[in-house]
């Protein structure tokens, strides 16, 4: 939604009230659908990753977590998409790039909230499972039901319509690739001796999503200034971009990209300072330990630009909007990449003796 939002506002599609009313609503619709059909689905998904290595399936469970997901996604997308329109529009009026700014706020904020919301909304409807057991079933059926409501809304906008009907394959397989990265986390922790990457977790994921999420707005809006997908011949799909073309050519998306991976290392100190102030993590920020920390940080933030540059073009080439397509797919790599990096990070920490008493505590 946020990158549909950010072309719209870059082309002048919301400058006057009327447009900017049917974009808002359109737009809020769509997430709204969009949240509550993946959160169905994730909740599915966890019951049956649960299932499946335990050999025990509880039905109130399951309703207990497909009712907390949906209730979250839609809370979630309400809150962010409301926030992002008003960051938008606050941008434009500033004479502020939105694709600066817009961006990295929506993938910063969006685990804050939903993460809040999903212990806030589960522990309450846990509390309820005993004593009012019709409770779950019916938040899943109110928020349902609200589906065709919002269906009806998105199909008013011509923008919003065409989003509706092809915009689910890369939400989905993002949701499959970024359960991946979860299932590698979750069997890293279980080990005590790792118990302290979870902590990390969430930052490496995050600054890489951010960063890789406001290159792709920015080549993709980029090339939304030459014209319609697909019908440039300059910017033809490539099947193998060169890392210097990527990273070291005179092209402003090639500058912007060296900027943003060299944001990586400061913007990781100033998280592990604020971590070991905390006195989080369970891990002492050992040099040797910065040092694998930061080679999975700058690795994972190379392969995420290199991606974009490619997967960008690629779909511009192919007739596909990189604005509905790009980004949940790189933050969904951002995720698995990031969490696979650093496991195998703390795997060899161990291996060579780098283990603190404390980890795991």
């Not at 050999?55 to 209730?71: E, I, K, P, T, W």
């Not at 606050?90 to 600066?100: A, F, H, Q, T, Y």
């Not at 090639?254 to 989080?280: D, E, K, N």
Request: charged share 10%; aromatic share 10%.
């Amino acid at each position: 939604m946020v990158s549909h939002l950010l072309f719209q506002a870059n082309i002048g599609q919301m400058d006057t009230p009327k447009e900017l009313w049917k974009m808002i609503t359109g737009n809020m619709a769509l997430i709204q659908v969009q949240a509550t059909v993946v959160g169905f689905l994730a909740s599915i998904a966890a019951v049956v990753f649960g299932w499946i290595p335990d050999g025990h399936f509880s039905m109130d469970h399951a309703v207990l977590l497909c009712a907390s997901s949906v209730a979250t996604a839609f809370i979630a997308s309400l809150v962010l998409g409301m926030i992002m329109i008003g960051v938008i529009i606050g941008s434009r009026k500033m004479g502020i790039n939105p694709d600066n700014v817009a961006t990295p706020i929506a993938a910063s904020l969006g685990d804050l909230i939903t993460l809040a919301l999903l212990s806030g909304i589960s522990w309450g409807l846990y509390k309820e499972l005993e004593s009012k057991a019709y409770v779950n079933p019916l938040v899943c059926a109110f928020f349902i039901s609200l589906l065709p409501i919002w269906i009806v809304v998105a199909k008013r906008s011509s923008a919003t319509r065409e989003v509706l009907y092809s915009g689910w394959e890369p939400v989905i397989i993002a949701m499959a690739i970024s359960s991946v990265g979860g299932l590698i986390l979750d069997r890293t922790v279980s080990d005590p001796n790792f118990a302290g990457m979870a902590v990390f977790t969430p930052v490496i994921n995050g600054v890489g999503g951010n960063l890789v999420a406001v290159q792709a707005s920015r080549i993709s809006t980029y090339l939304h200034m030459s014209g319609e997908p697909g019908d440039s011949p300059g910017t033809a799909p490539r099947k193998c971009p060169s890392p210097c073309s990527t990273f070291f050519s005179s092209d402003v998306n090639s500058r912007s990209a060296r900027v943003l991976f060299l944001l990586v290392v400061p913007g990781h100190l100033v998280f592990l300072y604020t971590i070991s102030s905390m006195q989080g993590g369970h891990t002492t920020l050992t040099l040797i330990f910065i040092v694998f920390y930061m080679t999975a940080a700058l690795l994972q933030v190379l392969i995420l630009l290199y991606i974009a540059d490619w997967m960008v073009h690629w779909m511009w080439g192919r007739h596909l909007d990189p604005d509905n397509f790009s980004i949940p797919y790189l933050t969904a790599l951002g995720d698995l990449i990031g969490t696979g990096l650093l496991a195998l990070s703390f795997h060899v920490l161990w291996l060579i003796g780098d283990r603190d008493s404390d980890v795991g505590d």
